[in-house]
């Protein structure tokens, strides 16, 4: 394949996401306001509930086997090091540049999630139906793709929705808790020798306070007070209550990752590797001859909305971020630094080391899928969390056309250097 040629493949799925997202922002001015903040939530909880992960289990059940599952093992371990290299990257860069308090989880979640599943399922593809793909004839090599795509998308959402889904979780919880300390009142101080200008509120907390004065003290009627008698009783009993509190942090652990496996998209990748990796489940909905084939197609039906959706909510938060989002040129440029400059050679160096190891298949499209998913623009799901969360969103949004806007030329010259490598 030639640079143009290449170009083209590799940019137009950028560019098709960028044309919709300017459609969403249109739809979300005040001149059609057919997108306000409260419709796109709706629509974003739409999208959670039942388009993600209907396009999870469509894709899945219909292309992986079980034999695909077990040969290609390696793919699992590849998509956890992007995660952990981006995020680990994405943590440095936080404590370099410190961002406001509420972007700090999005920023780390922009630099270590990337877009695995529909950029994949376009570019993979078309790379394969082009003149002079290195990748072999045609249609096997669409069909090797799309499977090799589907199970990243797979993968790529169960990393999404457990990680990322708690990362920003958390983040929004921390802010939360940061708003409201700062947000509430000092508290008087109750020192019983304090004169007039001490009796004013102070900062310091009643906790702080109890610690500083002593056991006992006299006071002006010789009676002894004992102020901290209760904080005594409590140290008395702190083995037991390290003991509950243990026990109890436990519970709210395995409590958090239910909650995490039973999000719906989550839940869409596991029943969609079941599916896909039983036959006989597998023969009920997949297939012309199939009994229950009107399953796969309603759930087709709906997965096909994912995207179109996703892109439009972007697009109706990007106007908004326009407006009042506030983001140092820092953010965006060490973003594409990460995503687009780092992590790619970090791909490089991680494939190359397992292929000297022989652990990788001998398809070098498979090679090639690994090496992109080092390279992709972060995941649109990221928007999804935000609105649900209710933590940058309009920030989101602009780093999130930033960085698409880069994709187009990064996902060229990478993958002209990929199947350099590889060929």
Not at 101 to 115: D, K
Request: glycine share 8%.
């Amino acid at each position: 394949m030639g640079f143009w040629s290449l170009f083209t493949t590799a940019s137009m799925p950028i560019l098709e996401v960028l044309l919709l997202t300017a459609l969403g922002a249109i739809m979300a001015t005040q001149y059609f306001n057919l997108l306000s903040s409260y419709t796109r939530k709706s629509l974003n909880k739409i999208v959670f509930v039942a388009f993600t992960p209907s396009l999870i289990f469509a894709s899945l059940a219909k292309t992986v086997t079980l034999e695909d599952i077990i040969s290609w093992w390696f793919m699992p371990i590849n998509i956890g090091i992007t995660f952990l290299c981006g995020g680990i990257l994405g943590w440095i860069a936080t404590k370099i540049i410190r961002p406001k308090p509420h972007m700090e989880g999005l920023l780390i979640a922009m630099c270590s999630t990337g877009n695995l599943g529909n950029i994949l399922l376009i570019i993979v593809p078309a790379i394969c139906t082009q003149g002079g793909s290195p990748f072999g004839e045609h249609s096997v090599c669409k069909s090797k793709g799309l499977s090799y795509s589907s199970f990243s998308m797979a993968l790529g959402s169960f990393y999404i929705w457990t990680y990322t889904y708690q990362l920003l979780k958390s983040s929004s919880l921390r802010y939360t808790a940061m708003k409201e300390t700062d947000d509430s009142p000092p508290e008087p101080n109750k020192d019983t020798n304090a004169d007039e200008k001490t009796q004013l509120l102070n900062g310091e907390t009643q906790e702080y306070i109890d610690v500083v004065v002593p056991l006992t003290y006299s006071t002006s009627d010789n009676t002894q007070i004992q102020p901290v008698k209760t904080l005594h009783q409590g140290l008395l009993s702190k083995d037991e209550k390290e003991d509950g509190s243990f026990s109890s942090k436990l519970k709210d652990i395995l409590h958090s990752v239910l909650e995490e496996l039973l999000a719906p998209p989550t839940l869409g990748s596991i029943v969609g590797l079941v599916f896909g990796a039983t036959p006989w489940l597998k023969n009920l909905v997949i297939g012309d001859e199939a009994p229950l084939r009107v399953i796969q197609d309603s759930v087709t039906l709906l997965g096909d909305g994912t995207l179109p959706c996703i892109t439009l909510i972007l697009g109706g938060n990007l106007i908004q971020g326009l407006r009042k989002a506030n983001i140092r040129p820092a953010i965006i440029i060490t973003m594409i630094c990460v995503r687009y400059v780092i992590l790619p050679i970090v791909g490089i160096m991680v494939v190359k080391a397992a292929t000297s190891l022989g652990i990788l298949p001998a398809d070098p499209l498979f090679s090639f899928v690994l090496l992109i998913q080092y390279t992709v623009p972060p995941a649109m799901n990221i928007s999804t969390m935000a609105q649900l969360f209710n933590v940058g969103q309009e920030e989101c949004s602009v780093l999130t056309m930033w960085s698409y806007l880069a994709a187009a030329f990064a996902l060229t010259g990478w993958s002209t250097v990929f199947m350099w490598i590889l060929t």
